[in-house]
């Protein structure tokens, strides 16, 4: 079955760059979604169809896919930033499967 | 507004069955793609069933064969069925709707409820 591997974690200073990967083979051909979830909350989506933003969230958070991996990039890190991301995609090849990442926790320095 | 609230979580023992429960509002449930996702204590999401607006229903391996999915649409409510619980079942339980392209290809999960949590002990 379709695996998304992502790093447990990424560090960065106030005002810098986060940028969080998910790999997946050939996961450029596959639509992939990103969600910010922070303790105790359900997740919400961030980044939907590689790079598009749902209405409210900021411009400083972006997407893209090429390859085999798909990137979220977080601009201008606040501390309210400070959260699990977790990538997501359709698994269209096994059936209906969706198929999440293992999640990266995000830390504001 | 657009909200959707699952209920029926609590303490199971092994083996027994329990039914979530997830009411919609601001949105018909069998006009979507409605699906559970789950996440256990300190891990990360797992996605559990798929109910399609035309009726089709998926599961993932660790429940396939054990939980059922499936809507009232008098309700506007989707339910999870879920019997022969395990402790690896343990985990808080979200409906989420996903979106659908005009293709019909999945694009996200935009709406989540605040979940419910199921705790599978002896």
């Known amino acids: 079955s379709y695996v998304l591997t992502q790093p447990s974690s990424v560090s960065v200073a106030p005002g810098k760059t986060a940028r969080i990967t998910c790999g997946g083979n050939n996961i450029e051909r596959k639509s992939v979604h990103w969600y910010q979830q922070k303790p105790g909350q359900a997740p919400l989506l961030v980044i939907y169809h590689d790079s598009d933003r749902p209405s409210g969230i900021p411009e400083r958070v972006s997407g893209s896919n090429s390859g085999n991996t798909a990137t979220l990039t977080i601009s201008s890190v606040e501390a309210g930033d400070e959260a699990d991301y977790y990538c997501q995609v359709w698994d269209s090849s096994s059936g209906h499967r969706r198929i999440f990442g293992g999640g990266t926790k995000l830390t504001v320095l | ?122």
């Open chain 2, 1 to 122: 507004e657009v909200q959707l609230v699952e209920s029926g979580g609590g303490l199971i023992q092994p083996g027994g069955s329990l039914r979530l429960s997830c009411a919609a509002s601001g949105l018909t449930v069998s006009d979507n793609f409605m699906n559970w996702v789950r996440q256990a204590p300190g891990k990360g999401l797992e996605w559990v069933s798929i109910l399609y607006d035309g009726g089709s229903t998926y599961y993932g391996d660790s429940v396939k064969g054990r939980f059922t999915i499936s809507r009232d649409n008098s309700k506007n409510t989707l339910y999870l069925q879920m019997n022969r619980l395990r402790v690896e079942d343990t985990a808080v339980y979200y409906c989420a709707r996903e979106k659908a392209l005009a293709s019909g290809s999945p694009d996200g999960f935009d709406i989540w409820g605040p979940g419910t949590m199921v705790t599978v002990s002896s």
